[in-house]
């Protein structure tokens, strides 16, 4: 289980429970800090969450004494009554600042991107709510797209009087071997700037997005395209590694900070 807590205004983590708990004893999460977690509704005191705050060590005549933490509930009850945090930036406003959309509430600030992401199809797409593709999904998706790729590819070598008996001239292997890089690039980059996902990933209902949610622009896509091919040249390692990480993220979404996540 991960949350994400409030400092200054804006959203801190991933952390897992024990590093939470481990923060409010060290005092960077106070009992009125805000913190939530895929499932909650809204962001929530900690002390509400936690049904009480750990004690916080306190000065007192050169040493260090536990502060009750009794005096701090009224001030999360406060909080939690009057205060949230925006869902996409993390501020901390009254609540009557906010907006409610959907599940989640959003400042003035951040609403005209939010409202855009809705129309794009990645509203809800943000940190700690999202749901990663796992290894074999993702292993599945490129598996169709790679039949794809191979289709159009004898397609075109037909069209263009390719053939296979043809390869061995000079001009037309170089032709053949333009073709080979240049249409898997434009596929790749087309639909993952323009919809954010590859046919094959579509059909395994999955998206390429941003960390934050946000659409992948056409300039990631390209580079996101050439650092798959680090990760497919370094025995696949790169390929392999989403299987191990908490995020599902393979070398090349680690490079351009993208993440795949489930859309159904």
């Given at each position: 289980m991960t949350w994400y807590y409030v400092v200054g205004g804006q959203s801190m983590g991933p952390v897992s429970e024990a590093e939470l708990d481990g923060l409010a004893q060290t005092g960077t999460v106070r009992p009125e800090t805000l913190v939530w977690r895929d499932g909650m509704a809204n962001w929530e005191p900690y002390s509400t969450i936690k049904g009480g705050a750990p004690a916080a060590a306190a000065p007192v005549g050169g040493g260090l004494r536990m502060a009750s933490t009794a005096t701090a509930e009224p001030a999360s009850s406060a909080?939690?009554?009057?205060?949230?945090?925006?869902?996409?930036?993390?501020?901390?406003?009254?609540?009557?600042?906010?907006?409610?959309?959907?599940?989640?509430?959003?400042?003035?600030?951040?609403?005209?991107?939010?409202?855009?992401?809705?129309?794009?199809?990645?509203?809800?797409?943000?940190?700690?709510?999202?749901?990663?593709?796992?290894?074999?999904?993702?292993?599945?998706?490129?598996?169709?797209?790679?039949?794809?790729?191979?289709?159009?590819?004898?397609?075109?070598?037909?069209?263009?009087?390719?053939?296979?008996?043809?390869?061995?001239?000079?001009?037309?292997?170089?032709?053949?071997?333009?073709?080979?890089?240049?249409?898997?690039l434009a596929y790749d980059v087309v639909m993952v700037g323009t919809w954010g996902a590859t046919l094959g990933k579509m059909a395994c209902k999955l998206r390429i997005v941003t960390a934050d949610g946000g659409k992948v622009s056409y300039l990631r896509a390209v580079g996101r395209y050439f650092s798959k091919i680090l990760s497919a040249i370094i025995c696949a390692i790169g390929f392999i590694m989403a299987a191990f990480d908490d995020q599902k993220r393979a070398l090349h979404d680690r490079i351009c900070n993208t993440r795949v996540i489930k859309i159904g």
């Open positions: 909080a939690g009554t009057d205060l949230a945090a925006c869902s996409q930036c993390g501020a901390v406003l009254p609540r009557t600042d906010l907006v409610q959309i959907g599940n989640s509430l959003v400042c003035a600030t951040c609403k005209p991107v939010y409202v855009q992401k809705l129309r794009e199809g990645v509203a809800g797409v943000e940190p700690g709510t999202m749901e990663y593709g796992g290894f074999w999904v993702r292993f599945g998706a490129s598996f169709l797209d790679g039949i794809i790729m191979n289709v159009i590819n004898m397609m075109l070598g037909f069209a263009f009087g390719m053939g296979i008996s043809q390869i061995a001239r000079g001009g037309q292997s170089i032709g053949l071997t333009i073709f080979s890089i240049a249409i898997p």
